[in-house]
């Protein structure tokens, strides 16, 4: 099969089409969590129905594809799917009770987090404007956990530690992108993750409305649509051109909590918000000039 040609407007679209699945899977996600559909659902019950409809979506695919596998690295995988399907569920925690916007801003510290990461085991070095993007994008985070109004937030905490967990992911999603095909690695993931959360789920599942059958399945289908779009703007374009149009995913977050839940972002979340943009921002632009030497 080809490879993709270099395009960077069809990067940028499905970029843009990656930011409002992936601000769709928050929202369902809240949706599911709270009492508008029926009963709220577990976050473990939720987070099974995420790997459990991304995974039959995208075997379906594999299906018609029918793209060549190589030997998988499984022990990379399981570590990725586990600490993925852990902050997966810790994000899904979180959107039911702060939000979407709040949740949002406090994911982009992944690529902090897995940076950090990278320097115990990757071996990797980083320079002082590294370590400036990344304390400016946590002290983004700090803001927007609130500390004096009671404290830390619970919830916000769940989404902090749902940031360090999918970054460290990132991780091991580094020592699999080079070695083995993104279909092969996203259908691994998912089959795994399915494992993990269903054995998670049985002692909290509860029998889901109609309505909430169908927000488990777009969950599912929202996800890998998110994962195919986001693999296919890396593939037309370079990661330090196109990343910074995730941001996006912000104002779809904002728009979906405005439309279905009645939520404006209040200064401190803008504020916030803001701070951490500045720091990825400032972290992506300092990654494409290292590439660049």
Request: hydrophobic fraction near 60%.
């Amino acid at each position: 099969m080809p490879l993709p040609r270099h395009n960077p407007p069809l990067a940028i679209a499905f970029m843009l089409s990656a930011t409002a699945f992936i601000a769709g899977t928050m929202m369902m996600a809240k949706l599911l969590g709270s009492d508008l559909l029926g009963p709220a659902l577990h976050p473990l019950q939720i987070s099974h129905g995420r790997f459990i409809f991304a995974f039959a979506t995208i075997a379906t695919a594999a299906a018609v594809l029918r793209p060549t596998f190589t030997h998988p690295n499984l022990p990379v995988h399981i570590g990725r799917s586990l600490f993925g399907w852990m902050g997966v569920t810790c994000m899904f925690a979180a959107v039911a009770f702060i939000p979407l916007s709040d949740a949002t801003a406090i994911s982009f510290l992944n690529p902090v987090f897995g940076m950090l990461l990278a320097i115990p085991l990757l071996g990797e070095r980083v320079g002082k404007w590294r370590w400036l993007a990344a304390g400016m994008a946590l002290a983004g985070a700090l803001i927007l956990l609130r500390p004096g109004e009671g404290t830390f937030q619970l919830p916000a905490l769940l989404a902090l530690a749902a940031a360090a967990l999918l970054g460290t992911e990132l991780i091991f999603i580094k020592k699999l992108a080079d070695r083995e095909p993104t279909l092969q690695i996203l259908l691994i993931n998912n089959s795994i993750g399915c494992v993990i959360s269903s054995l998670a789920a049985i002692a909290v599942f509860a029998n889901p409305t109609v309505a909430q059958w169908g927000a488990l399945v777009a969950l599912g289908v929202l996800m890998a649509g998110a994962q195919a779009c986001f693999v296919n703007a890396m593939a037309r374009a370079d990661a330090s051109f196109v990343t910074p149009f995730s941001y996006v995913t912000l104002i779809f977050a904002a728009l979906y909590d405005l439309a279905l839940f009645d939520v404006v972002p209040d200064a401190v979340s803008w504020l916030g918000a803001g701070v951490i943009l500045a720091g990825a921002a400032l972290l992506a632009a300092r990654e494409r000039a290292a590439k660049a030497t």
